[in-house]
């Protein structure tokens, strides 16, 4: 394909899933078997900071549904601080887990650095994350 425009691209790997399932943990030696994880909000942050002035992202993942549009809905929320579109659609099913992580890496590492603002987890729709435990937390 023609990569003319194409600035740069990050890969990550990891099930679109909120917990693990039964039998499996982080250390699992399968390809693919962890769940999202703060090394992966890292990435996603900082790729998004080292490219924000290009004004078009492509975002997929392998189904299209949650991966992408939970990493799509937390960049819209630090963009332009909304990401309603991304959970009022029938289109989209964010994963929670994800866009947690990157809010929460945001918030952590750059409070008041770039927009001074600050998105607090306990500002996402209420019950949004009932699904989390301390064993999703890296």
Request: net charge neutral; hydrophobic share 35%; proline share 4%.
């Amino acid at each position: 394909p023609d990569d003319t425009f194409r600035k740069d691209v990050l890969f990550l790997c990891f099930w679109d899933l909120e917990k693990l399932p039964h039998g499996y943990s982080d250390k699992t030696k399968k390809k693919y078997s962890r769940i999202p994880n703060k090394s992966d909000a890292v990435e996603i942050v900082e790729f998004y900071f080292k490219h924000k002035d290009i004004e078009n992202f492509v975002i997929h993942c392998d189904a299209g549904i949650s991966r992408s549009s939970a990493t799509a809905a937390a960049l819209s929320k630090i963009h332009i601080n909304d990401d309603e579109k991304f959970f009022n659609s029938l289109t989209y099913i964010p994963n929670r887990l994800l866009y947690k992580l990157i809010l929460s890496y945001y918030n952590e590492a750059y409070y008041n650095k770039h927009y001074n603002t600050k998105f607090m987890i306990t500002d996402i729709k209420p019950g949004e994350f009932d699904c989390l435990d301390e064993s999703n937390r890296s």
